[in-house]
């Protein structure tokens, strides 16, 4: 079985900073795909971005990259220029690529809680 | 957010009590998931449907079953609640089969609260 751990329960940065949060992972799979998700206090998951394991290159959204290492099973987010409404609670996500029945089942990490100083 | 309902948003209950949980979604979308959050656990699946009348157990299924009768539906049942089951609840779907690393859509969750 696939596991997700994410060894800082709590981070913190100061606005505008850059931050990088921890992922690692453990599959006996070759193919398969990453996810950062973040929770605000409102409670409703956002998904922040995704990597394919086949890919080399590391995904980028705005303010938001990965640092994938695929022989290392790591896969950290960094968090450019933070701003206050990042706060929130960061989940990080595998999923198998061969997915039974059809069915994405995600497996989460434990969980960040970064806070933004101002 | 793939137009994903979940009903009620919060409830407390007695343990021992039968508890139903319902998640709605207005997308056509195929698969519907069940995930429970935990401090220090992050979101787990208890059960999943790949279709009307095909349903799945997940990770921590223990105690909980489900039913879905049509694709806008998957309840979640708790027969007997136990405090253990507190927890908060989201409903999530998906699309279709795996051809890429498709989004998964989340409701906005239910917080139960079991005493």
């Known amino acids: 079985a696939q596991t997700v751990t994410q060894s800082q329960p709590e981070m913190s940065v100061q606005e505008a900073e850059t931050v990088t949060l921890s992922c690692t992972y453990d599959?006996?799979?070759?193919?398969?795909?990453l996810f950062w998700y973040k929770q605000p206090p409102s409670r409703q998951m956002i998904l922040v971005i995704r990597?394919?394991?086949?890919?080399?290159q590391n995904a980028t959204e705005n303010r938001f990259s990965v640092n994938f290492q695929k022989a290392a099973k790591s896969f950290s987010l960094k968090i450019s220029d933070s701003q206050l409404g990042d706060a929130a609670m960061y989940f990080c996500?595998?999923?198998?690529?061969?997915?039974?029945?059809?069915?994405?089942?995600?497996?989460f990490g434990q969980g960040t809680r970064l806070t933004i100083n101002p | 957010d793939a137009g994903i309902t979940q009903s009620p948003r919060h409830k407390v209950t007695e343990t021992g009590t039968p508890v139903t949980l319902r998640c709605h979604q207005t997308?056509?979308?195929?698969?519907m998931y069940w995930y429970r959050q935990d401090p220090g656990h992050g979101l787990r699946l208890i059960h999943y449907?790949?279709?009307?009348?095909?349903?799945d157990k997940g990770e921590v299924s223990d105690g909980y079953s489900v039913s879905r009768s049509k694709t806008e539906d998957f309840l979640l049942t708790l027969e007997s609640a136990t405090s253990s089951q507190t927890s908060v609840y989201f409903c999530?779907?998906?699309?279709?089969?795996?051809?890429?690393?498709?989004?998964?859509?989340f409701g906005p969750g239910t917080r139960l609260t079991v005493l």
């Open positions: 449907s790949y279709g009307v009348k095909d349903t």
């Open positions: 990597q394919e394991a086949y890919k080399q």
């Open positions: 999530a779907t998906t699309h279709r089969a795996s051809g890429g690393p498709n989004e998964q859509f």
């Open positions: 996500a595998y999923r198998s690529a061969r997915p039974v029945q059809g069915a994405q089942k995600l497996v």
């Open positions: 599959t006996s799979e070759s193919d398969y795909y």
């Open positions: 997308e056509n979308h195929r698969y």
